[in-house]
RNA sequence: AGGACUAUAGCUCAGUUGGUUAGAGCGCUACCUUGACAUGGUAGAGGUCCCCAGUUCGAAUCUGGGUAGUCCUACCA
């Protein structure tokens, strides 16, 4: 074996090896665990944040596939709509092309050219994390299963009346030429004005003023509405006022949803392009009148004076014309929110159009009542008020998009406008009894994309057929996501599935955090702060990230921001740190209800752990490869304390590891092996299993029983690691396994340490604690002392009692050797110490004796830091034990503690000034 | 406007039902290339657990009120 871990071989060849010999795949068995991959973007890639959920997924399903669950980890692409579509329209524009040159039919091959191309990129990046996905079952959502599926919901949704064709207010992205839903629109604050307009009454005396932030809009308005109470202008309600520029007269309503407060009390009502606006006009019968044509440019419904002009040249121009009639009252500074595409980023437009809509509310009851019940369970739990709040206040889901990418809706209209829904052409004519001459075009739109989503869990199964894989791996165990997309797919999941399958999708939804940069700043390429997680396993230098991060900006002036900050923060560019390193980083941070500030020196740290592992795997090998292990059962064994210890901590990390893994706390799991693996067997069992190996008068059973040890709870604590560092644990385990009796092709499919608590012995525990109190006591003195760590010491013992005798006598050996002792022996009674720094432990008292080692006044400084340390918690505990009130009501146990710790703290304190005025005696 | 989350060492974070001397990694200081490992070892320094009040014998932990930050939802023209 090298010196070092280098992952970058092993990695690829063991993935190849597992994929090749189909170990992905379910294994059988009756009780089963499945997740479903959140489909990724086909033509995406992969970022922090995939890698972290695929890692947490990859971890769950390994552990369960171990333990011997019939284990399904379903992969799959999702088309991804919008995204793809503009993606696609983008690199035609660089040629000079729009889509419609191209027309529908050969634009959506170009999509498939383009999917087929660059569809590979997510799915190989998956790979290299070491995701256990069944690639055998991958699905993409345009499959021709799926669509089908896609295409079985919608019919019958409509058939059983909860999807519907109708006119309402949109989202519409003028840019985009589509609607979008309500979740695709983002609304931040920007700076804007409000503009304050007088409006002449019909009739001659004063007008009113109306306040707007978007002026041009007023060229479709259809009344002004004032609060029905408020007696400044109740007696112009039924009154007409002229609408300027536009020569139409137009009513003074009432309404309760002014408020009185606001600017001067009077609103102006557009019902075609404002969606409080719209619920007022209906209310009130007003018009609806559209002034927007699909580019958000003035249509010829409004005065010829601004047909044509796009919305913004529309609204300097609106305010210019009022101000020159005198008519603008004034203007201010106004802080609005502004809705925009989240894909297009232009300012959204609510517009009138025809759609097809979800009756979200009659899907959502069952869909509150499954987590109401308990039949769904979010972790953290907090999700589910999240959830609640957003299900008891659905509005009706618009699944209509004006795109060309996507399962295209299956309905058909005739020249009437009439439109019938069903499978194809044929079916919707023999159905309907149309006659061949009657021309039916379909439906130009197609689905939004989570319309396909939402059925993820169920359609990649087969589904609508009854499929063997549908009984077995549906609902699935648990659904692995951010919190970004509860509304967007894991509410219609549930309500789609709750009303298809009368059963939930999942179990469980683990809600993680969001992956962000080390100043907490979210990733995005505009910010040019993006890392990707393969550079974190193999490297990138500083001029390859330099060009990852500013090639293909939407806005190429922020690169030379976006280099600096780069070469701030990754002077030297990324080291090569290995999947393991990246996937145990992800679970360190993996805590609940918390975002990750993904920190660079937290993948190093795990990198170090790599490389600590596999100098353990080293020295295990080079003391049992070739020797006797002992693996027959008849082996004759004796097992020093040392490896009973071992053997009972290791089961006790098993223990954690599943308690953690139950709970959903990766975190604690990968601190629990951390620690044990590096603090506990590394640090002291591969210490205290020298003295016995590399000791020639050792009994051979001894040896035997400690390169037993040394191999089984490797071999152990590999499995326990695997399913979340599965590349070193594989290709260590490949020589170890072997050695400790295990036969098997893979670790992978080797069963889950069960944690066996009749293995740990209390006392073993005891006497190992003891043993390192003893050593790190006079390690201590070496090191504050600065005694050189060759210089092998004699050290006397004092007082103790009687067990401290006896593990004196068990543990000399390994005294000597861990603390590096030329000699242990008791001071008898009634001999005179010679001049020592002390340290303790319990009661025992260990002398180093001092001559020629130690500078007195250096240990004098040391003892009187030892002793203002024990007088601070003396006199706290003292103060506790004073109170009555803590002696009376506090438990029996807790006060006898406390009144242990003082007697222990009192001796030390007693002991440790005896020896300090000693030697300031000297 | 409503709601959620976060605040612990210089940095990134643990701390499960209130009882620890408040922990880890990184960083820092000193010493050390000892036959697994300098991507290492040994020892050490470093904390007003955001602030204020309350409950309690006892609060980092529970309650209330602040402060700061992050986010979600709904929005006033």
């Known amino acids: 074996m090298d010196k070092t871990f280098k992952p970058a071989e092993l990695e690829t060849r063991w993935y190849d090896e597992w994929e090749a010999k189909g170990y992905f795949a379910p294994q059988g068995g009756t009780e089963a665990y499945s997740i479903m991959i959140p489909p990724p973007n086909v033509t995406g890639s992969l970022h922090m944040g995939h890698g ?51 027309g529908r ?89 409000l503009w304050h307009f007088n409006y002449p009454l019909v009739g001659g005396e004063g007008h009113l003023t109306v306040a707007t932030t978007r002026p041009e809009t007023m060229l479709g308005d259809a009344a002004v509405a004032v609060h029905p109470d408020d007696e400044r202008y109740a007696h112009l309600i039924g009154r007409f006022v002229q609408l300027p520029l536009c020569n139409r007269e137009i009513p003074v309503i009432a309404d309760d949803y002014v408020d009185r407060e606001f600017g001067t009390g009077c609103v102006k009502i557009t019902p075609a392009h404002d969606f409080n606006d719209y619920e007022v006009g209906r209310r009130h019968g007003l018009p609806m009148i559209n002034i927007f044509t699909d580019d958000a440019a003035i249509n010829d419904a409004a005065p010829a004076a ?87 206040d659905i509005q009706d889901w618009c699944i209509s998009r004006q795109l060309w990418w996507g399962h295209r809706i299956p309905a058909w209209y005739d020249d009437d406008g009439k439109f019938y829904v069903g499978e194809d052409e044929a079916t919707v004519r023999r159905d309907n009894a149309l006659a061949d001459n009657i021309t039916l075009r379909q439906d130009e739109d197609v689905l939004d ?19 063997d894989e549908l009984a077995m791996f549906h609902p699935s165990s648990v659904l692995v996501t951010g919190f970004d997309i509860i509304f967007f797919w894991v509410a219609r999941m549930i309500m789609m599935t709750l009303h298809f399958r009368k059963e939930v999708p999942f179990h469980t939804v683990y809600v993680h955090g969001l992956v962000r940069d080390a100043e907490g700043q979210k990733m995005s390429k505009s910010k040019g702060n993006v890392i990707d997680p393969i550079d974190l396993i193999d490297g990138i230098t500083l001029d390859a990230l330099l060009e990852k991060r500013t090639v293909g900006l939407m806005q190429p002036q922020l690169a030379s921001k976006i280099q600096t900050a780069t070469r ?60 006797d292990c002992g693996i027959e059962e008849s082996a004759d064994v004796e097992l020093s304390l040392a490896d009973r210890w071992i053997i009972g901590k290791v089961q006790d990390t098993a223990a954690k590891v599943e308690h953690a893994i139950s709970n959903y706390r990766l975190d604690m799991a990968s601190s629990a092996l951390y620690e044990f ?23 051979e059973n001894a040896k035997r029983g400690t390169r037993q040890t040394l191999i089984s709870v490797m ?86 009692n009687a067990e401290d005798r006896r593990r004196l ?114």
């Not at 993948?603 to 003391?623: D, H, P, Q, S, T």
């Not at 007195?856 to 006199?875: F, M, Q, Y």
């Open 449 to 467: 994309t989570w319309f396909s989503s939402a059925l993820w869990t169920f359609s990649t199964l087969g589904w609508p057929e009854e499929t």
């Open 677 to 699: 693996i590096w603090n506990e067997y590394c640090d002291w069992y591969l210490e205290l299993s020298k003295p016995i190996l590399w000791d020639e008068d050792a009994a």
């Open 568 to 627: 701030r923060q990754f002077p030297d560019g990324i080291a090569a740190y290995g999947t393991d390193a990246l996937r145990f980083t992800y679970f360190s941070l993996a805590s609940t209800g918390r975002d990750i500030k993904f920190d660079i020196g937290r993948i190093e740290g795990y990198r170090n752990f790599c490389n600590k592992i596999w100098n353990a795997a080293r020295y295990v090998l080079m003391n049992c490869e070739h020797e």
């Open 52 to 102: 972290f959920q695929e890692a947490i997924m990859d971890a769950l399903i390994r552990y369960h596939r171990m333990r011997g669950y019939n284990t399904l980890w379903q992969v799959g692409t999702d088309h991804a709509g919008i995204a793809t579509q503009m993606v696609v329209e983008r690199q035609l524009a660089a040629q000079g092309i729009s889509r419609h040159d191209l």
């Open 306 to 392: 601004y047909q044509g002009l796009d919305r913004m040249e529309a609204r300097q121009k609106v305010v210019a014309d009022l101000d020159a009639l005198g008519l603008l009252d004034k203007v201010e500074d106004h802080r609005l929110k502004v809705p925009r595409g989240d894909r297009s980023n232009v300012v959204i437009e609510p517009y009138l159009t025809d759609q097809w809509y979800v009756d979200a509310k009659e899907l959502a009851k069952p869909a509150i009542k499954a987590v109401e019940d308990g039949d769904i369970k979010f972790v953290p739990k907090q999700w589910e008020n999240t959830y609640f709040a957003w299900m008891r």
């Open 105 to 193: 039919e050969k634009f959506i091959e170009k999509v498939w050219e383009w999917k087929e191309e660059s569809g590979g990129t997510i799915t190989r990046q998956l790979r290299r994390l070491g995701s256990s996905l069944d690639w055998s079952r991958e699905r993409f959502t345009m499959d021709e299963g799926l669509s089908a599926a896609v295409q079985e919901v919608f019919i019958r949704l409509y058939r059983e009346g909860l999807i519907y064709r109708g006119q309402r207010l949109v989202n519409w992205d003028p840019a985009l030429h589509t609607a979008i839903s309500d979740l695709e629109v983002i609304s931040e604050e920007e700076q804007g004005h």
């Open 809 to 922: 006598s068990q543990n000399s050996q390994y005294l000597r050797k861990l603390a590096k002792l030329a000699d242990i022996s008791w001071l008898e009674e009634n001999t005179e110490a010679p001049m020592a720094a002390t340290a303790l432990a319990g009661e025992l008292e260990i002398l180093v004796p001092m001559a020629g080692l130690i500078d007195k006044d250096a240990e004098i400084v040391r003892l009187g830091r030892e002793i203002s340390k024990l007088e601070t918690d003396l006199s706290r505990l003292r103060g506790k034990l004073e109170n009555a009130a803590f002696v009376d009501k506090a438990p029996a146990a807790v006060v006898s503690k406390e009144q242990e710790k003082l007697k222990a703290q009192q001796q030390a304190l007693e002991t440790l000034q005896d020896q300090l005025q000693r030697i300031q005696n000297i």
């Open 715 to 800: 071999e152990t604590w590999l499995r326990l690691l695997h399913p979340m560092m599965p590349f070193i644990t594989e290709e260590i385990w490949q020589t170890v396994g072997p050695l400790a009796g295990k036969s098997g092709p893979t670790i992978m499919l080797q069963s889950y340490p069960q944690s066996d608590s009749n293995a740990i012995d209390a006392s073993d525990n005891e006497d190992i604690e003891w043993l390192k109190k003893v050593i790190i006591g006079i390690r201590n003195i070496r090191g504050e002392m600065n005694i050189a760590p060759g210089k092998e010491l004699s050290v006397l013992l004092r007082k103790g």
